[in-house]
């Protein structure tokens, strides 16, 4: 069964930070772009990160540029999320997601994890 | 704002049919990229409904079908069921954005 459980997620303190972790099963992660996607009441889903396959390459929200890190161990079948400088805003559920699909502006997300609370709070 | 303009809402009895439109732009419909579609039921993670506009994947009922049109598209739901209830999304790519974008999500009722 392909399957993605995220863990890493809990309050931290504005200007905190981080790490979030996402271990794959059931399917050969080093082969599938993967891509962080957030949740928030108010304003639905929106695309964090991604990195394709091999890890070299990654493309960021415009929102989290700069702030954070995506990258992937694929000897562990893990993907990470990295979250510096935190916000009040980027409180949300972050999904761990697999993309799917044969060219990158075609891609879509065929595997959810359920999601890990972040809060950022004082 | 996002990307990609849905309903905020729509509604319909058991057995009717709904439509749920999505309105993008030249830089990302209208550019020929596919649009996706997920259904998101309460406390749950979100599902993979359609597919590259049009594609079912397997386990998705035939209810469920997605158009695709210039810079448009549509998912459609036939013969509503109270199990239906739930936020859906579309999805697509953006160039000038340079990443994937996300309609606001449209919250299905059935009454």
């Known amino acids: 069964e392909v399957q993605l459980l995220e863990s890493g997620g809990g309050l931290v303190q504005p200007g905190g930070s981080l790490r979030l972790s996402c271990a794959a099963s059931?399917?050969?992660?080093?082969?599938?772009?993967m891509t962080w996607v957030r949740q928030t009441p108010g304003k639905g889903l929106e695309w964090v990160s991604n990195i394709y396959g091999g890890g070299n390459d990654a493309t960021y929200a415009d929102s989290v540029k700069g702030r954070f890190t995506i990258s992937r161990d694929n000897s562990k079948n893990t993907l990470y999320l990295q979250m510096n400088s935190l916000r009040a805003e980027d409180t949300a559920v972050y999904h761990c997601?697999?993309?799917?699909?044969?060219?990158?502006?075609?891609?879509?997300?065929?595997?959810w994890g359920k999601g890990t609370t972040v809060t950022v709070s004082s | 704002q996002s990307a990609l303009t849905q309903p905020p809402s729509v509604s319909g009895a058991p057995g009717q049919r709904v439509t749920i439109s999505c309105t993008g732009s030249s830089s990302n419909i209208g550019a020929g990229h596919d649009v996706h579609w997920y259904q998101h039921l309460p406390g749950a993670a979100p599902k993979l409904l359609i597919c590259a506009n049009i594609n079912r994947p397997s386990g998705v009922p035939d209810r469920f079908s997605g158009s695709k049109s210039g810079t448009s598209a549509s998912l459609a739901i036939t013969g509503l069921q109270a199990e239906d209830e739930a936020d859906y999304y579309c999805?697509?790519?953006?160039?000038?954005?340079?990443?994937?974008?996300f309609g606001g999500g449209t919250k299905l009722t059935v009454l």
């Open positions: 999805q697509s790519f953006d160039s000038s954005l340079n990443g994937w974008v």
């Open positions: 059931g399917f050969m992660f080093g082969s599938y772009a």
């Open positions: 997601v697999k993309f799917r699909g044969g060219t990158y502006y075609n891609y879509y997300m065929d595997v």
